[in-house]
C-alpha cells in the first residue's frame, strides 16, 4: 500500500538501490511524505560528509563504524548506536573513521534529493 506520494509504507531495504555520491559516499532514499524523509547513507573510511546547512531539521544514528560528527563547530566521535540532531539551518558535517552507515530523518522532506 502506498500513501498519497507514491512512496511505499513498508521498506526493504534490498529493494532499494544506492546512488553514488562520489567520493566513498552512496545514500538510498528508504520513504518520504511531504513531512518528512528517511535515508540511509554509506561511507567509505575516510569519506567526508563536508559541512553544510539546510532549513531541514535532522536527526540521525549511526547503524555501524565511527565517525566525528561536527555541528555548529562542536565535534564529537560517535559509534554504532549513537545519535545526533541538527537544527534548522545549523553548520553540520561528518568524516567517517572506518566504514559506517548513518541513517538520517529529516523534516520536512529533502525536495532536493528528489530531484
Same mark, same amino acid.
Given at each position: 500500500?502506498?500513501?498519497?506520494?507514491?512512496?511505499?509504507?513498508?521498506?526493504?531495504?534490498?529493494?532499494?538501490?544506492?546512488?553514488?555520491?562520489?567520493?566513498?559516499?552512496?545514500?538510498?532514499?528508504?520513504?518520504? /511524505?511531504?513531512?518528512?524523509?528517511?535515508?540511509?547513507?554509506?561511507?567509505?573510511?575516510?569519506? #567526508? +560528509?563536508?559541512?553544510?546547512?539546510?532549513?531541514?531539521?535532522?536527526?540521525? %544514528?549511526?547503524?555501524? +563504524?565511527?565517525?566525528?560528527?561536527?555541528i555548529? +563547530?562542536?565535534?564529537?566521535?560517535?559509534?554504532?548506536?549513537? +545519535?545526533? #540532531?541538527?537544527p534548522? /539551518?545549523?553548520e553540520?558535517? %561528518?568524516?567517517?573513521?572506518?566504514?559506517? %552507515?548513518?541513517l538520517? %530523518?529529516?523534516?520536512?522532506?529533502?525536495?532536493?534529493?528528489l530531484?
Amino acid at each position: 500500500m502506498t500513501d498519497k506520494t507514491g512512496t511505499d509504507m513498508f521498506v526493504v531495504d534490498a529493494d532499494v538501490a544506492w546512488e553514488d555520491l562520489g567520493k566513498g559516499v552512496r545514500r538510498k532514499i528508504l520513504g518520504w /511524505n511531504p513531512t518528512m524523509m528517511m535515508t540511509r547513507v554509506a561511507f567509505e573510511a575516510g569519506a #567526508i +560528509g563536508p559541512l553544510h546547512r539546510h532549513p531541514h531539521h535532522q536527526c540521525a %544514528v549511526v547503524e555501524s +563504524g565511527s565517525f566525528d560528527v561536527t555541528i555548529e +563547530g562542536r565535534t564529537r566521535r560517535l559509534g554504532a548506536g549513537d +545519535g545526533y #540532531i541538527v537544527p534548522s /539551518n545549523a553548520e553540520h558535517g %561528518v568524516v567517517a573513521l572506518e566504514p559506517g %552507515v548513518l541513517l538520517d %530523518v529529516f523534516t520536512p522532506l529533502r525536495e532536493d534529493f528528489l530531484a
